[in-house]
């Protein structure tokens, strides 16, 4: 026989109303953030695996196995044969990126040894050296997304998802926005060398020699693989844009949380920490690929408006010259956007200095915590030292526009002095 206390069923009924009740809360709490994480999928990082795997850069499926995954390898080599075509594509029909159709300039030296070796001097500055840094970003790129990167992009899209929990749509629409930044430097791009292999013809020995067939085949031929290669450019320089983007994003709300003082300044020191986990994977990581692309656009944009500045006969031959120009604009965004992106992070990394300084100020919020704490965050805040950097070399405000006054002083004076070729 069981006695029965009296009050103990109560008790007993109580206390399952109250786990109940805490697991309902719980769930509830658990809910919002797993709503977020399902935006955050759906809208933008399966998507964009899909168009990393479309450039062989990363497996279509991030928990691919076996067969999927050498699936995925075989894809990386395909567009890595269609990259290396595109490089002898463009020696064999004299095509440069920076002005189109060219023949190579005959040299006027008696001696036969100056000749061959402005003919080889030619070569490789025109045609090898653009190649290989082309293709060494690819690698670098391939390297990044497929090798090191593992989960830490998925990480931070995540992490700035979450912490942004109030508007996750509208952060999908931002991050879309610098892939559509992408997309029209890549119609650009491609636009020009459509329309350009229409105005002019190859004049090389080699491609001269083919029947009318064979002259058109492989001039679709080279129009394909060179969208292949401003495909690749697109999606990294595009990538990077984002990731910089997120990585502000991600500092301005939880500075916002500090000042508003609904987070822990403990738990803020540990998203900052957090934070320089992701941005050193950016300077160290990241920054190799897109540092060979803005060299490259570099390149081509202070050959072809040197080539531009130089010509007499602009307005004879209008049309081709209008491409010219748009070609030289699409490389100059090339380079500017993930400068402009590294310098608007490295200001917000500047700005999160001031956090400890700005609390002290507001003691109606902050007055329930601790004077040790706001010490901690002061001294915290105050010594952190991060950049957003490309070469591992810091990009500022002030640096971007000296490099653009310089390249404009160079190229004005080359105009004035040097006739282009």
Known sequence: MVLEIPGSRQDSEDGDFDRISNTSFNQAME?????????????????????????????RNIDSRDCLTALGHIQSAIVFCFLI??????????????????????????????????????????????????LFGYIAALTVFRVVTNEQFQSLIERV??????????????CWMYKLIGLLWLLGSTCFVVLIT?????????????????????????IGTLFVQDFIQC??????????FLLRHFLRRVKEKLLENTIDPLEWMREM?????????????????????????????????????????FAENLEVNLLEVLNCLMWMLGILLPLHQAASLTTKCKEIQSCGHEIRIRPFLHHHTSTEDLNSVLIYASSLRMSA???KMPIKGGHLFGILILAAVILTTFGMCFPAP
């Open 389 to 391: 950097q490309l070469l």
């Open 31 to 59: 809910e919002p953030t797993s709503a977020i994480l399902g935006v955050c999928k759906r809208c933008f990082i399966n998507p964009y695996i899909h168009v990393l795997g479309v450039a062989g850069l990363r497996p």
């Open 161 to 174: 998802f979450i912490v942004n929990n109030h508007y996750p749509r509208r952060l999908v629409t931002s």
């Open 235 to 244: 999606i990294v320089l595009s990538s990077y844009a984002v990731q910089c």
């Open 85 to 134: 075509t595109s490089y002898v594509l463009q020696f064999l029909c004299g095509f440069r990126r920076d002005r189109g159709f060219t023949a190579m300039v005959p040299s006027t030296s008696v001696w036969i040894h100056v000749r061959h070796l402005q003919r080889i001097s030619e070569i490789t500055f025109t045609y090898v050296v653009p190649s290989i840094l082309h």
């Open 273 to 313: 920490t957090e934070f320089q986990k992701l941005l050193e994977h950016l300077n160290l990581q990241m920054s190799t690929p897109v540092s060979l692309f803005v060299i490259l656009n570099f390149i081509y944009f202070l050959s072809g408006t040197y080539y531009i500045a130089g010509r007499g006969d």
């Open 198 to 222: 229409d105005k002019q013809t190859a004049t090389s020995e080699w491609f001269t020699k083919l029947s009318g067939t064979n002259q058109l085949t492989f001039t679709r031929l080279l």
